[in-house]
Each structure stands twice: as C-alpha cells, then as structure tokens.
C-alpha cells in the first residue's frame, strides 16, 4: 500500500492510455483494436467519435502524468474522477455487451479492469492518503 508503488502503478495505466489514445487518434476505425470487425473506412462518425475519444484519453493520460501521479497522496478528488471516468466506461461496455453482444478479448478484458481496477485504484490511492495524513480514517479529502 505505499505511494511508490501506487505512483508506478497509475504511472503504467496512464502510459498504457496514452499508447491507446494515440492508436484512436491516428488509426481511428483503422486500429488494430477493431481490424477483426472491418470497420475501416466504414463508418464516418464511429471513426470521428473514436478520433475525439482518443483526444480525451491522451489529455488524462497527460493530467495524470503532470499533475496527479507527483501528488498521488493529495489528489484524491481528482484521482477518484479519473477513475470513476473508468468504471463507467466499463459499465458502457457491460451495457453493450448485453445489448450488442460480447467485444473482442480485449476490450472485454478492459472492462473487467475498467470495472474491478476502479474501485480497487480508488481504495489503494485512499490507502496511502491515509497513511500520509492527508485523511483521516472515517474522513474524506
């Protein structure tokens, strides 16, 4: 439960979505996410809407980096905005999955880390926010 490895940690994710963010800005529909559905050149706004989410993912990934992963401890709003960010998603995902039908292995595997991931990032970040004072037990910051 210490701050290190919870830098590291959050550190990984958010490089992991600045990789994904770059893939939707420049690759759109044609990432390798979605070659298996063929929706390259398919769909115009599916492609526009990927490209803007991706726009959006890459300045969490940024904010992240700059200002929140130095700060972990102290960042607890910001931080649980982030990840609620996530675990919708994940239920967006879930949603789909019902309605639509299941995604490729990995973007089911995003939603299980979207939805269990969350809440256990948010515990964590709690975790060392309280063993560096910065809450008190049974308090928020």
Known sequence: MNRSALQI???IVGLLLAVLAVL????????PLYI???LAHQSIALDNQLRFAGGLVLTIALVLFWHVIPRIERELTLYRV????GFLGGVGRLISMVIVGPPPPSL??????ELVG????????W?????H???RRGAEG
Do not use: E, K, N
């Not at 089911?108 to 880390?113: C, D, K, T």
């Not at 969350?118 to 970040?125: G, K, R, S, V």
């Open 9 to 11: 940690a959050t550190a």
């Open 24 to 31: 939707m800005l420049a690759l759109g529909t044609g990432s």
């Open 36 to 38: 298996q559905d063929d």
């Open 82 to 85: 982030f990840w609620g960010m």
């Open 108 to 113: 089911f595997a995003l939603m299980v880390f």
């Open 118 to 125: 969350a809440p256990l990032f948010i515990y964590w970040q």
């Open 127 to 131: 975790r060392v926010a309280l063993q």
């Open 133 to 135: 004072g910065v809450v």
